[in-house]
């Protein structure tokens, strides 16, 4: 019987420890070569001041300027950029288009001023896309500004001006390259082998060659990285970013580069996050803090509903200064960056919908942007009238919405106090309502933009706000 009995425990553990292997898998169970090589966010200044910028600005620019998002009367309704894949774009025509680009009124200064007004610390600007049109006078390749009516480099005085007015500069990088002979979407025969890793020997030279010609960029942004030729070499995407990251100390990467050996992307096999944060927020948000699994992570988004590149025609909602504020402001406040889009014109100009844009968010961010700089989450939750943010024992509100009573309710964590809000600078004085919790009366006077309003907060042991009785029930 007691033969039975220990036969049937021993049953009944392993069904338990079967369901809890069903339950609870372990994450690190597959082994990896060229998985993640780090745990957790990196802790070094040049990190550091990358999260503390929080605000940056993409530019989209290249040959698909000159089309505009249209041909022969016909409009493309994609993303300009991608116009040449278009069944009614010739391939062949396309590739002649840099023999118009001849962005005459291109002035680095200015767009850089710009973009110091509108507030931004850092900048993306694409010196390569899908076309394999590259903004500089690459020695790899003869498809390049330098054979264009402009002749002139575009990169190196870009970046040059946006460094003199304090803005770091990040140079996207396009692996996918329409142009070039040896680029593949999947290899399926040994030619195309043969052909993909002199494609790759291409890639290196070319990361390589921008940084050695641009030394002060921070880091890559990288796109075209889904096709299979790429996502089933892993190897290959680990080595190249150890290489480039050796070559420059300190360089930031996001996850769009790399491939494990099994063709996962961002996210390893073990759900590891591969690269310095995610990248994989692209025209949406986050909605909590969970959904970034406490990465650092970076928001881009266009202004009308899906344009990068220059395009004629507009199409869908198009977002106002205070829909992208708010975007800044909750990316902010999920510890995330936010990076606004614009597309140029051929002629270098940007269009008058663009230069409002960020003519309207430089005026808020010029009063309102300590609650934005080398802010993060506050750990306060979301409240109704808008977000918060954090630095240090400062917590900011950041009103979007106010009530018709004119009260923004805020609650504060256990044995935390407020010690102070104000507005503008000038005192506000707060209503204890219950243990911690307080009305801030703002008045519900009709508002054309959101405000802030700081607290200043202290923890104590003991402290309460109030002494009210819990409710008995």
């Not at 199409?315 to 504020?325: F, M, T, V």
Request: charged content about 20%.
């Amino acid at each position: 019987m007691k033969k039975i009995f220990m036969a049937a425990a021993a049953v009944l553990l392993l069904v338990q420890l079967h369901s809890n292997a069903q339950s609870s898998p372990n994450k690190d169970s597959i082994p990896l070569q060229h998985g993640a090589h780090r745990s957790g966010n990196r802790t070094d200044a040049d990190m550091a001041r990358w999260r503390s910028l929080r605000f940056g600005q993409f530019v989209h620019w290249g040959l698909y300027a000159i089309a505009g998002g249209e041909w022969n009367g016909k409009i493309y309704n994609g993303a300009a950029e991608w116009i040449r894949s278009w069944k009614e774009m010739p391939t062949a025509v396309y590739d002649q288009l840099y023999k118009q680009f001849n962005p005459v009124n291109y002035h680095p200064e200015q767009w850089a001023q710009q973009a110091k007004d509108m507030g931004a610390g850092y900048m993306i600007i694409t010196t390569k896309h899908h076309d394999g049109f590259c903004l500089w006078p690459s020695k790899y390749t003869r498809y390049t500004v330098a054979a264009s009516p402009y002749k002139k480099d575009i990169i190196g005085p870009m970046v040059e001006a946006y460094n003199k007015k304090g803005i770091d500069v990040y140079l996207y990088f396009s692996i996918i390259d329409w142009n070039h002979p040896d680029w593949r979407t999947s290899l399926k025969t040994p030619a195309d082998s043969a052909a993909y890793k002199r494609f790759k020997v291409f890639v290196k030279n070319q990361l390589t060659e921008l940084l050695v010609k641009y030394p002060t960029v921070k880091g890559f942004w990288f796109d075209g990285t889904w096709d299979d030729s790429w996502k089933n070499d892993g190897a290959f995407s680990d080595e190249l970013e150890q290489y480039l990251q050796k070559l420059h100390p300190g360089l930031i990467i996001g996850s769009r580069l790399r491939a494990d050996e099994r063709g996962a992307r961002h996210f390893d096999s073990n759900n590891h996050l591969m690269g310095d944060y995610e990248q994989g927020w692209e025209r949406k948000l986050p909605e909590q803090p969970a959904d970034v699994h406490g990465n650092d992570w970076e928001g881009v988004m266009t202004i009308p509903e899906n344009q990068w590149g220059y395009h004629a025609h507009w199409l869908g909602h198009i977002k106002s200064s205070n829909e992208l504020i708010e975007m800044l402001v909750k990316s902010t406040s999920l510890g995330g960056n936010f990076v606004l889009n614009f597309g140029p014109k051929a002629d270098g100009t940007f269009r008058s919908e663009e230069v409002q844009r960020m003519q309207e968010i430089g005026n808020w961010m010029k009063v309102n942007g300590s609650a934005v700089y080398g802010a993060s989450e506050a750990g306060l939750g979301k409240p109704d009238w808008g977000y918060y943010t954090r630095r240090g024992d400062s917590v900011f509100m950041v009103v979007f919405n106010v009530p018709v009573s004119g009260n923004l309710r805020v609650k504060l964590p256990a044995k935390t106090t407020l010690a102070e809000a104000s507005a503008s600078g000038q005192p506000v004085t707060p209503e204890l309502i219950g243990k911690n919790e307080y009305f801030i009366p703002v008045g519900n006077a009709p508002r054309h933009a959101p405000f802030v309003i700081l607290l200043q907060t202290s923890r104590a042991a003991g402290a309460e706000g109030g002494h009210f009785e819990k409710a008995k029930t």
